[in-house]
């Protein structure tokens, strides 16, 4: 017995590597020839980072190994058998048969949690009790074949009620219907951006199902691809499907009732969506409207009922109350632009207590025109109420400094109780912006020419008239728009910044930093409202930084790019997303124009290398790495070469010698960032250059 101790001084940890050999097999590692046993044992405490181990078995003809322990973190570490014909990465303990010579890789990042005993001979002919050869070649994301529902409607439920799906899962399943094929979802609980749900549709495109986007229709045939990662289980999901055939629920009764919300997560619907909703009530059916924010000419929800279908108006306060059920509500959006959507309380048997078309006067003619002429005059000002309302709701420009102050006249006496207050004022002066500065004064204008956006928690006084809202700050004005809708110039800007167009990450010089203008540090900041706030104030960049720091600038030529992950630090306004780091700023292009390319540039695969020495390690990233984030960043800081070690690592260099060349299936560890590409192997690169 060989035993070999590697000691980690910094953290007092201590690895036992134990390599048991027949007398037979024993000589200087790492050849080993004959036949032996191949033991590998390691514990969480006595783990160091980045250790790299290989054997070799130097057989003439055929290796026969068969394992009597396996125990891989396919997440952290990775094993596999280069071969005369290629690599097989390990990831269950098979009994197998490969022409020799061979040798075993095995690398990890500490976490303790692989074991394995291989047994292994020189053999002239496989055994006859061996089971199927080994493949050839190998990767983790293979996955069995697709699993056929059959029949008109079904039910899948994955991985089953009360069950947790597992890591690094893959399952396919394959709905044969050719018409439109109904969905309903009964549970939707799967990691976000991590796992993976995404169904190919007849159209010939792919449709991804994340937590607020659920698909009620797609047009068949179906096939249902999932894909976990290594970390964190989810409980799956579970629909019931119909072929043809809608999935309508039971009858409901009188007096029964329910809500429609959508969308049910998230502050906004996604685009290229489909949902409907059923309410099976035989009786009439009354609607009671809560929100509803829908892009006007190109977002459509339609009402379908007993004598017809209704198409929903523009503003929500001319929406229709009562229709004869039963009722289905189909809602589809475009391309661009997402909104808040809408929700709406229904009863069963409450709607026939109203009838537009019967009138119920017993009056003469004077008294139906006196009648007439107060309902006009309560219409009126129901619509003047419900158009300050909207205003209040939907055109919210944000937070803005009040110094100099821009708006020219202070409404009345200078008090407003309410935001709808002072929007009510300035609109009867007929002005075109209201604002609301320290919690009580209301101000009015028709320009903004001199306005310096800020971040929205700088307005944080609460309203004289109701704490609930907020009127401005110290020296900060809530702004309104009083055009109906935000003006067509900023509504455009809007449009243009919508999704986020990313640029990158980028470190900090020690003599500036990446961008050059702090717009505000807010402990609700988000990456939208740091691009909403430099885009108004004119800049061409926006970057989150530290978390709390947004800045603004028109250019990042100087700063040093690095790979995406370095800028991880969750935005402490929504924690889904990201705001760069310490001295580490995630840029935004405000313009079109500025945005990172959508397609890679062009590169060329140099091959595989063996300690290439290409002498900057660029970053480490053991989620993000990929072909196209080493190559930007290398390209961007100026080298001529980029090169993929070991999964998470990027390598930069201006030099590459012909002479480190080796075989390029010597470069097949699977990219952290990206499964299906190769990020090179231990002490190999992937080397790449411009095209």
């Not at 037979?24 to 032996?36: C, D, E, Q, Y």
């Not at 999932?226 to 289980?233: E, H, W």
């Not at 072929?243 to 685009?271: D, F, H, L, R, S």
């Amino acid at each position: 017995t060989v035993s070999v101790l590697y000691w980690c001084s910094l953290k007092e940890m201590l690895l036992l590597v134990t390599l048991s050999l027949s007398t037979a097999a024993m000589v200087t590692h790492p050849r080993l020839r004959n036949a032996g046993v191949i033991e590998y044992l390691a514990s969480t405490d006595a783990t160091p980072r980045y250790l790299r181990k290989e054997w070799r078995m130097d057989c003439p003809s055929l290796v026969h190994f068969e394992w009597d322990k396996f125990e891989l973190d396919g997440g952290h570490d990775f094993l596999a058998i280069h071969h005369a014909e290629g690599t097989y990465e390990v990831t269950a303990g098979t009994v197998g048969t490969l022409e020799g010579p061979i040798s075993l890789e095995f690398s990890t990042e500490g976490s303790g949690r692989s074991s394995f005993r291989l047994h292994w001979s020189c053999v002239a002919a496989p055994p006859a009790s061996l089971l199927p050869a080994l493949p050839r070649s190998s990767s983790s994301s293979s996955s069995s074949p697709a699993t056929v529902l059959s029949g008109r409607n079904g039910e899948l439920d994955y991985p089953g009620s009360g069950a947790v799906y597992k890591n690094n899962a893959r399952a396919e399943w394959e709905i044969g219907c050719t018409e439109r094929v109904y969905l309903s979802w009964k549970r939707f609980d799967m990691e976000d951006k991590f796992d993976t749900l995404r169904i190919k549709h007849g159209r010939g495109e792919t449709y991804e199902v994340t937590g607020r986007s659920q698909a009620s229709v797609l047009q068949g045939p179906l096939v249902l691809a999932f894909t976990s990662d290594y970390a964190v289980q989810k409980t799956g999901f579970s629909f019931r499907w119909s072929c043809g055939e809608e999935i309508v629920p039971p009858a409901v009764g009188e007096g029964a009732t329910g809500w429609i919300k959508y969308p049910e997560q998230g502050e906004v619907y996604p685009n290229n969506d489909h949902r409907e909703w059923h309410v099976n009530c035989r009786d009439s059916v009354e609607l009671a409207w809560e929100t509803f924010d829908v892009e006007d000419g190109y977002d459509f929800l339609r009402i379908h009922h007993r004598h017809g279908t209704y198409e929903t108006p523009r503003w929500w306060w001319d929406l229709d109350t009562v229709f004869q059920g039963p009722l289905k509500f189909v809602f589809v959006s475009d391309s661009d632009i997402a909104m808040e959507g809408f929700s709406v309380r229904w009863t069963c048997g409450k709607g026939d207590k109203e009838d537009k078309n019967k009138n119920k006067s017993e009056g003469g003619a004077e008294a139906e025109t006196e009648k007439q002429i107060r309902q006009d005059a309560e219409e009126k000002e129901l619509a003047k109420k419900r158009a300050v309302e909207a205003v209040v709701h939907r055109d919210h420009l944000g937070c803005f400094k009040a110094e100099p102050m821009f708006l020219t006249e202070q409404a009345g006496k200078g008090t407003a109780e309410t935001p709808a207050e002072c929007v009510s004022t300035c609109t009867d002066m007929e002005y075109d912006y209201a604002g609301l500065l320290e919690g009580k004064e209301c101000w009015c204008g028709h320009g903004t020419e001199k306005s310096v956006k800020t971040a929205t928690a700088e307005c944080d006084m609460q309203c004289s008239g109701d704490s609930g809202e907020r009127c401005g700050g110290r020296s900060r004005l809530s702004l309104y728009s009083l055009q109906g809708t935000v003006e067509e110039e900023e509504e455009k800007k809007k449009q243009e910044a919508t999704p986020l167009l990313r640029v990158g990450c980028f470190k900090e010089k020690e003599t500036a930093k990446v961008l050059n203008r702090l717009a505000y540090s807010s402990g609700s900041n988000t990456a939208e409202e740091c691009v909403s706030a430099c885009l108004w104030n004119g800049f061409q960049y926006a970057g989150v930084e530290a978390g709390e720091e947004c800045w603004c600038g028109d250019g990042v030529a100087g700063a040093e790019r690095t790979a995406t992950t370095e800028c991880d630090l969750p935005c402490p306004g929504d924690e889904s997303q990201w705001c760069g780091d310490g001295h580490r700023s995630l840029v935004f292009a405000t313009d079109k124009s500025k945005a990172a390319p959508t397609t890679a540039p062009a590169v060329k695969f140099e091959g595989c290398h063996a300690y290439s020495e290409l002498p900057v390690l660029a970053y480490r990233s053991r989620k993000g790495n990929t072909v196209e984030e080493c190559t930007a960043t290398c390209f961007h800081n100026g080298y001529t070469y980029a090169g993929l070690q070991y999964r998470s690592e990027c390598w930069c260099g201006n030099s590459l010698s012909s002479n480190t060349k080796v075989a390029d299936n010597m470069c097949r560890m699977p990219c952290s960032g990206d499964s299906s590409q190769s990020c090179g192997g231990a002490h190999r690169d992937s080397v790449y250059s411009k095209a």
